[in-house]
């Protein structure tokens, strides 16, 4: 101002009060990669754009509605051996009942995960996420579509955005087993060195199983299979959950693709009902008819009418429906701890735990863990932990883990103490952008520590950093015969060391008693 003072006046020059300041990044923003039923902004196709929604109904406009999961029937003789599950098969959902009357077969071609995984997300606290659709109802779930960079796949069309902290793929477990080891392996490879801002959360391939602690159990192969990099930028839940997210309302006997079979079942049901003189011929004959419409109705209205006629006079049918309800309600828990950890996140802060927290809209987990159970899952030898879902009396299904993949490293062993360093980091980054070209001298370092510092005394008064004082939660360094040589500052380099300490989760809880002599 003073070298442009040529005309005689009052002048006027502002100065800032304030420095620059840091603005914590969101720590909760995931990122669902799988199959919609459309995916269109207008006539403009999403189709592989991660594209940010705010809630279920915006997820449905933008990128269509649930998947029509079908399922095969057949009837069984007395006394038949009952099917045996395909050990090679994915099984994302139970579906495969069979009892002494029926067998029941999910489809697997026609079974979509992500539709049902967001109405879990947001039912346990989930709100604004990203969602990248890589296809439609009508095409294969593939590897390529969900990873592959070469063509371009979701994953690798997340990289060219930086909001997303969180990358989910319920549709991963239904893959092939190497399919999907090789999909989970490469999530973890773009939070840990393709972006080194984001968390991979995974499910157990046939994660609606019991252990066989031998070389086909579950946990060992996932263990194998996700192999041993980058490990502490994700965590692996186990078992499935058993749900209430598919109501009753949204099955009807169409979900049997076989109607032929269907008829069969339900018409031996009136002949049972006919022999032990329950009904006449008469209502039998009227019942049969009302069941041979099944093949032929195709009208959505009349389809209805007929739907609530036959759960009204056949038991069997509404057995079957439950089994149907059953299966599509079993489903993989990871887009469940997405919406816990962004509940958690809003809440709380991103350095409490996800767990100790019960699932929403949630009955149960397919397996039942005890204590024993899970002392292998939470501390293995190879150290890759799986954080379990458990069953408690009076609690519910509560989240019974918080560790990482790297569960021996004294470092990232939680799952809190990762995602809170990233937060820190990616925070502060961000900041010490608008430094950049500035001079590197001591005026330069001073506002740059100054900056640093008030955010991180923000975060140690929040309780994301321990320490009796700022002090001792963190500390700063920078300058020359500090963090930098004479060559740095040729070379326009700029250093700045911080250390932290991270408040980290209070796992075991041990409480020591012991008798005292009588005093009085």
């Known amino acids: 101002m003073a070298s442009n003072l040529a005309t005689p006046g009052v002048y006027v020059e502002e100065k800032s009060s304030f420095g620059t300041s840091v603005v914590p990044v969101p720590t909760a923003i995931p990122a669902f990669i799988g199959y919609t039923g459309k995916a269109l902004r207008g006539t403009k196709s999403l189709l592989n754009v991660p594209t940010r929604i705010s809630s279920f109904g915006e997820f449905v406009e933008l990128f269509g509605g649930a998947p029509k999961t079908l399922f095969s029937i057949s009837p069984l003789s007395s006394g038949a051996p009952q099917p045996k599950a395909d050990d090679k098969a994915p099984k994302p959902a139970k579906g495969n009942a069979a009892t002494s009357e029926y067998s029941l077969?999910?489809?697997?071609?026609?079974?979509?995960?992500?539709?049902?995984?967001?109405?879990?997300?947001?039912?346990?606290?989930?709100?604004?996420?990203?969602?990248?659709s890589v296809g439609s109802y009508s095409d294969k779930i593939t590897a390529k579509d969900l990873n592959d960079v070469a063509v371009g796949g979701g994953l690798s069309a997340l990289e060219k955005y930086i909001e997303p902290t969180i990358v989910v793929i319920p549709e991963a477990v239904l893959l092939n087993e190497a399919e999907c080891f090789a999909t989970q392996a490469a999530m973890l490879m773009h939070c840990g060195y393709k972006m080194q801002n984001r968390f991979a959360i995974l499910d157990v391939f046939n994660g609606n199983t019991e252990r066989t602690f031998d070389n086909k159990d579950v946990v060992n192969k996932f263990r194998e299979g996700v192999g041993s990099n980058f490990l502490a930028w994700g965590a692996a839940y186990y078992p499935y959950i058993n749900?209430?997210?598919?109501?009753?309302?949204?099955?009807?006997?169409?979900?049997?693709?076989?109607?032929?079979?269907?008829?069969?079942?339900?018409?031996?049901?009136?002949?049972?009902?006919?022999?032990?003189?329950?009904?006449?011929?008469?209502?039998?004959?009227?019942?049969?008819?009302?069941?041979?419409k099944i093949a032929s109705t195709t009208e959505p209205d009349l389809i209805k009418s007929l739907h609530a006629t036959l759960t009204v006079i056949s038991p069997k049918l509404n057995s079957i429906l439950a089994d149907i309800a059953e299966g599509l309600n079993t489903l993989p828990p990871s887009a469940a701890m997405a919406g816990l950890y962004s509940m958690v996140d809003q809440t709380v802060n991103v350095a409490k735990s996800p767990a100790n927290i019960s699932l929403g809209s949630v009955i149960s987990p397919t397996v039942n863990i005890n204590n024993e159970n899970q002392e292998e899952l939470n501390l293995p030898l190879n150290g890759k932990a799986i954080n379990a879902i458990r069953s408690f009396s009076g609690k519910g299904t509560l989240v019974w883990g918080a560790r990482t993949l790297e569960g021996n490293s004294?470092?990232?062993?939680?799952?809190?103490?990762?995602?809170?360093?990233?937060?820190?980091?990616?925070s502060i980054k961000f900041a010490a952008e608008s430094f950049v070209f500035s001079p590197n001298n001591s005026t330069t370092w001073s506002s740059l520590r100054s900056t640093v510092y008030s955010f991180l005394n923000n975060q140690w008064a929040s309780g994301i950093l321990v320490g009796s004082t700022p002090d001792d939660a963190f500390s700063i360094e920078?300058?020359?015969?500090?963090?930098?040589?004479?060559?740095?500052?040729?070379?326009?380099?700029?250093?700045?060391t911080i250390k932290v300490a991270i408040v980290r989760p209070a796992e075991f809880i041990v409480i020591t008693f012991e008798q005292q002599q009588q005093k009085s």
Request: net charge negative; hydrophobic share 40%; charged share 20%.
């Open 410 to 426: 004294k470092d990232f062993r939680y799952i809190s103490v990762r995602r809170t360093m990233t937060f820190l980091e990616q």
């Open 105 to 132: 077969q999910m489809d697997l071609a026609t079974r979509y995960l992500l539709y049902d995984s967001l109405r879990l997300f947001f039912v346990n606290g989930g709100s604004d996420c990203y969602i990248v």
């Open 243 to 292: 749900t209430t997210i598919v109501g009753s309302s949204e099955i009807d006997y169409t979900r049997v693709s076989n109607s032929s079979g269907l008829i069969d079942i339900l018409n031996a049901e009136v002949d049972e009902n006919l022999a032990s003189d329950n009904i006449s011929a008469a209502k039998a004959q009227g019942i049969k008819n009302e069941i041979a």
């Open 478 to 496: 920078i300058g020359l015969g500090s963090t930098m040589t004479s060559t740095d500052i040729l070379d326009g380099v700029l250093k700045m």
